[in-house]
């Protein structure tokens, strides 16, 4: 199997410049001046696209591809080597990230991707080759909306997941009436509790700003009352029916259930702006070979399928995605290749399902921050890690950043509470220290798939004269790479365009096609002849990963001809061949 060689960039000073040379690296400084030890809020990640797009015009293309429910753009960014043909003409990766709009890092590593490979171009061999050979399509905030309000509003660190369309969540015939309320007015929503002698939690023994559930017959201490807020509409509960609340990742085509199956799963498949404009680009784009969507923790590299009763993918597809999944294990320290049903939960209407299981397109997820890299040891809890763990990693890492001390508060309805815990910065977000090796590890898992996409190459024609004019034309069709041009799935389910390799005169009515079709032994095996059309052999298995095929014509006439292979996810290969 093809290995990937990507380099890794370092900083500007001098001793880690020399460092960085020692290591056989080079300092390739980018046009723009971006840092990624922070976030980038909706406004600062569009103009950091538009600045990468104005200095490197000669391998960068943006456009809108449509609006969010709020009116932002959407924006995508085309990378290519025009000089090496249209992007349309070659194979193409697809990365997108935060589609749920609290998993904010998920659109930093997009955005890293882009500016790491531009100003990698002409400076590091193998990526100035990937992207002559290959293009990039990149949209680094599926959910703009989102995006803008966990920045712009107070949240929890898993609020703010969905889009911003008003959403009757609790069936009371209101819309979005009854969210989270910045009691205090720091910026956070925050955990309430009540001291009360029958509560069911106490102080953790080992750490006090911690609470652990009493056991049978101990005497309590709070009540945990759940995060900040009040009863906005009088129904009883707090919380119950913030702003949005559906879930975009349940809302493309395939296996798509109804939302009282699949919660947030929408009216129906691509009924918000967002998914709809990316499905119809990405439809519009059958030159897309892999796909990987980018999401926010865990340390999961994700595949399909959704649910069980879906079924186990194709063997054939299963050898590709294992192999991109055990070498990704290893480019990610703390991750884990996963099945979405078996090893996470059920998805029903996920995007990589789509791509895959509708579109016949390699495509991955990725859970990118993990606890594990805290401490960079393994927790037994999950990947938030042990919350003692989480709070040493505040403490003597982070400086007390990321958990709010207990403070008391007059709370309208529960009178004396005390209000603190947990940021919406802690669980879920990596902290801007460890945000570089994020995007660069994820970056380079992503940059190793769209090096396994499809190349081709005729490595072996030969001709033989059958006596006269007539002669047998063999010719090789190697693919270079591990994805094969005709995915299983597709092969199976008949999705998008067959191969074909076609056969022509270079000078017109010099040649006549007396037959042709398939080899699968050039010495042994009979030819399987095609019925019609003997100079154009459809191929809707493909080229199998780092395998050939061997196809043959029997043709009458002088002169030379033209062997031409094309496929939707390779660049089209040909050969003229001389008939003596």
Known sequence: MRQSSITLSVGTAALLFATSLAWGQADHRSRVALTFDHLYNYEEISEALHGLANAYPELLRLQSIGNSFEGRDMWLMTINNPKTGADTE??????????????????EVPLYTIWYLCKSYGHVEALTELLDECAFYILPMVNPDGRAHWFDKPNTSSSSRSGTK????????????????????????????RRTPNGRWKDSPVDPRLMVRCKPGEEGQYDRLGREGIDNDGDGRINEDGTGGYDMNRNWPADWQPSYIQFGAGDYPFCYPETRCIGEFIKAHPNIAGVQAYHNAGGMILRGPGAKYVGEYPRGDLAVYNHLGSEGEKMLPFYRYMIIWKDLYTVHGGFVNWTYEHLGIFSFTNELWTGDKMFYRKSKEGFFGRQEDMLTYNDFLL????????????????????????VKQSSRVPPGFMLPEVCHRNAAFTIFHAGAMPKLEITDATVENKGGDVFEITVEVKNLRIL??????????GIGARDVIEITSVEEGQIEVLAGGTLNDRFLAPLVFVEHQPHRLWNGRGIPGERTRLFRWLVKGQGSVEVNYSSAKAVDVSQTIELK
Not at 176 to 184: A, F, H, I, M, S
Not at 400 to 413: C, D, E, S
Not at 484 to 493: C, F, G, K, N
């Open 484 to 493: 094969p041009t005709v995915s299983a799935i597709a092969a199976r389910e």
């Open 166 to 193: 008003p959403t009757d969540n609790d069936n009371d015939g209101l819309f979005d009436e009854d969210g989270y309320d910045d009691l205090d007015g720091d910026g956070e929503i925050l955990e309430m509790r």
């Open 399 to 422: 400086f007390g950043q990321i958990f709010r001390p207990w403070k008391p508060f007059q709370h309208p309805v529960y009178g004396e509470i005390e209000l603190g815990g947990w």
């Open 90 to 107: 070659k194979p193409a990766m697809y990365i997108d990230g935060n589609i749920h709009g609290n998993e904010v890092q998920a659109a």
